[in-house]
């Protein structure tokens, strides 16, 4: 006997249990997410350093995608959907070498001391370009790549053993070393999405917010395409608050000293935590992070690293300038009065007022709670931000890490308006376009206060997400 369905055009069952599998509004998630991979291998792979035009245009096209994805979350199968997306496109960006920014070969030329015995602090980079004094590796054609040979290299001790490795493994290949590093950083990014789903569910916020993160379009192309390691950073800083909400408060210490050793920032946030810890317990956790971090910093520690180190963060202060907001006015201000620069009295002044602002804000807060501390944290790092001169996009993650424990999102919009700064790079010159800038900060500090004062946020406003 004839089969029935096929005689009269009937579908077979395994075609229906596709169309049912893959519903077709499915279809629009499987749309954007194809989309979306495009625009970042073509961000990751093509356009370099002063190309802002293709920079400027992938970008604005990837973001509108992102926060398309994000509107179509709306359930578990989206979102642990997207979430692979996120993945791959991270995956996707490992064997990208990083275009738009030169950061690389000052993580090859640190790498390549230490594997020869010598502290990456001891010297100025031109000290090996002298006659006698040459080493292996170290050659003219690298030196001239250093984006700042001039000054000491400030990284700490998780990115300099990094470095190493990844020299180690690739002596003689800077793209090989590279993917090294990428691999690792992959690797912190993928834990750092698994501890911000589970913050998020024991915090009580939706877990959707970590799509703002895992699909960022300048997340994706500052930690994984151009190698910065706000994402080692990042994955400490996430493991550290979940073992201190989970009680596990010796390991959380250790884990916020690797997140310092990392990058220094996490620092601003340990005030937050003596209130909420108490202060028989925040003498046991601090000397725990103390020690931690002794013994992390040892390898590096001396003389050498001290007046290295010292002297970085002087220059950093005192010299560097980048997309400043707050500084940038008073810069102006100053010129006006004086006739000249005042940074060299400018910086440390905001860096002390950051100081006192988050003391304050840790002293007069009256909230024990653990879902607090993000907010404090979001307000500590934003404050620095404000005040620090030198601004660079990559710096935009941690408040953006952040963002999904709070209301608030203009930290989310930041992050767009952030990489227009490429535009520096795109005249024969580098070029500081201050008009950027100012529309920059215009829009993120005017969303900012409207967010503060009215009580609710721009994603919600254009029905991205509920609020």
Same mark, same amino acid.
């Given at each position: 006997?004839?089969?029935? /369905?096929?005689?009269?055009?009937?579908?077979?069952?395994?075609?229906?249990? %596709?169309?049912?599998? $893959?519903?077709?509004?499915?279809?629009?998630?499987?749309?954007?997410?194809?989309?979306?991979?495009?625009?970042? =291998?073509?961000?990751?792979?093509?356009? =370099?350093?002063?190309?802002? /035009?293709?920079?400027?245009? %992938?970008?604005?096209?990837?973001?509108?995608?992102?926060?398309?994805?994000?509107?179509?979350?709306?359930?578990?199968?989206?979102?642990? +959907?997207?979430?692979?997306?996120?993945?791959?496109?991270?995956?996707?960006?490992?064997?990208?070498?990083?275009?738009?920014?030169?950061? $690389?070969?000052?993580?090859?030329?640190?790498?390549?001391?230490?594997?020869?015995?010598?502290?990456?602090?001891?010297?100025?980079?031109?000290?090996? &370009?002298?006659?006698?004094?040459?080493?292996?590796?170290?050659?003219?054609?690298?030196?001239?790549?250093? @984006?700042?040979?001039? *000054?000491?290299?400030?990284? !700490?001790?998780?990115?300099?053993?990094?470095?190493?490795? =990844?020299?180690?493994?690739?002596?003689?290949?800077?793209?090989?070393?590279?993917?090294?590093?990428?691999?690792?950083?992959?690797?912190?990014?993928?834990?750092?999405?698994?501890?911000?789903?589970?913050?998020?569910?024991?915090?009580?916020?939706?877990?959707? /917010?970590?799509?703002?993160?895992?699909? @960022?379009?300048?997340?994706?192309?500052?930690?994984?395409?151009?190698?910065?390691?706000? /994402?080692?950073?990042?994955?400490?800083?996430?493991?550290?608050?979940?073992?201190?909400?989970?009680?596990?408060? %010796?390991?959380?210490?250790?884990?916020? =000293?690797?997140?310092?050793?990392?990058?220094?920032?996490?620092?601003?946030?340990?005030? +937050?935590? $003596?209130?909420?810890?108490?202060?028989?317990?925040?003498?046991?956790?601090?000397?725990?992070?103390?020690?931690?971090?002794?013994?992390?910093?040892?390898? %590096?520690?001396?003389?050498?690293?001290?007046? #290295? &180190? #010292?002297?970085?963060?002087?220059?950093?202060?005192?010299?560097?300038?980048?997309?400043?907001?707050?500084?940038?006015?008073?810069?102006?201000?100053?010129?006006?009065?004086?006739?000249?620069?005042?940074?060299?009295?400018?910086?440390?002044?905001?860096?002390?007022?950051?100081?006192?602002?988050?003391?304050?804000?840790?002293?007069?807060?009256?909230?024990?709670?653990?879902?607090?501390? !993000? #907010?404090?944290?979001?307000?500590?790092?934003?404050?620095?931000?404000?005040?620090?001169?030198?601004?660079?996009?990559?710096?935009?993650?941690?408040?953006?890490?952040?963002?999904?424990?709070?209301?608030?999102?203009?930290?989310?919009?930041?992050?767009?308006? $952030?990489?227009?700064?490429?535009?520096?790079?795109?005249? !024969?010159? *580098?070029?500081?376009?201050?008009?950027?800038?100012?529309?920059?900060?215009?829009?993120?500090?005017?969303?900012?206060?409207?967010?503060?004062?009215?009580?609710? @946020?721009?994603?919600?406003?254009?029905?991205?997400?509920?609020?």
């Amino acid at each position: 006997m004839k089969d029935r /369905g096929k005689e009269c055009g009937q579908p077979s069952s395994i075609s229906l249990s %596709l169309h049912s599998f $893959i519903p077709s509004i499915f279809l629009w998630h499987w749309g954007l997410a194809l989309l979306f991979l495009l625009l970042i =291998a073509s961000l990751g792979y093509g356009p =370099a350093q002063h190309d802002f /035009g293709w920079i400027a245009s %992938l970008h604005a096209a990837a973001f509108l995608v992102y926060l398309g994805m994000y509107r179509k979350a709306n359930g578990q199968v989206e979102l642990y +959907f997207f979430l692979g997306v996120g993945i791959i496109a991270r995956l996707l960006l490992i064997g990208a070498f990083p275009q738009l920014s030169d950061d $690389i070969y000052r993580f090859i030329w640190d790498g390549r001391l230490i594997n020869q015995g010598i502290n990456p602090f001891a010297q100025l980079p031109a000290y090996y &370009m002298q006659e006698g004094t040459q080493l292996p590796g170290l050659s003219p054609e690298l030196f001239a790549q250093l @984006n700042s040979p001039e *000054y000491y290299t400030i990284y !700490p001790p998780v990115a300099q053993a990094v470095f190493a490795l =990844a020299c180690w493994l690739f002596p003689q290949s800077i793209f090989g070393a590279a993917v090294v590093m990428k691999a690792f950083l992959f690797f912190f990014e993928l834990g750092s999405l698994a501890l911000l789903v589970k913050l998020l569910a024991r915090l009580g916020f939706s877990e959707k /917010g970590v799509l703002l993160y895992a699909l @960022n379009p300048m997340i994706l192309l500052e930690v994984m395409g151009n190698l910065h390691f706000e /994402g080692a950073m990042i994955f400490f800083l996430l493991l550290g608050l979940w073992w201190l909400v989970s009680g596990r408060y %010796l390991s959380s210490a250790v884990a916020l =000293a690797f997140s310092v050793a990392s990058k220094l920032l996490p620092l601003l946030f340990c005030f +937050f935590l $003596i209130r909420r810890l108490g202060w028989r317990r925040s003498i046991e956790y601090f000397a725990v992070m103390g020690l931690a971090l002794l013994l992390l910093f040892s390898p %590096l520690l001396g003389g050498a690293f001290f007046s #290295g &180190m #010292g002297s970085s963060l002087q220059l950093y202060f005192q010299r560097f300038e980048f997309n400043g907001s707050i500084y940038y006015l008073l810069r102006w201000i100053g010129f006006q009065l004086s006739g000249f620069n005042l940074i060299k009295y400018l910086g440390p002044a905001l860096a002390a007022c950051t100081f006192l602002g988050i003391s304050l804000a840790a002293l007069l807060g009256r909230r024990r709670d653990w879902r607090s501390l !993000p #907010g404090l944290m979001l307000f500590a790092i934003c404050l620095y931000l404000a005040f620090t001169p030198t601004v660079h996009p990559w710096y935009a993650s941690l408040p953006l890490v952040l963002a999904p424990f709070t209301r608030f999102r203009f930290p989310v919009l930041w992050t767009a308006l $952030i990489s227009l700064t490429y535009i520096n790079y795109s005249y !024969p010159e *580098y070029d500081e376009q201050l008009w950027i800038v100012g529309l920059e900060y215009l829009l993120v500090y005017g969303v900012a206060l409207w967010e503060v004062v009215s009580g609710r @946020n721009w994603m919600g406003i254009l029905g991205l997400e509920k609020y």
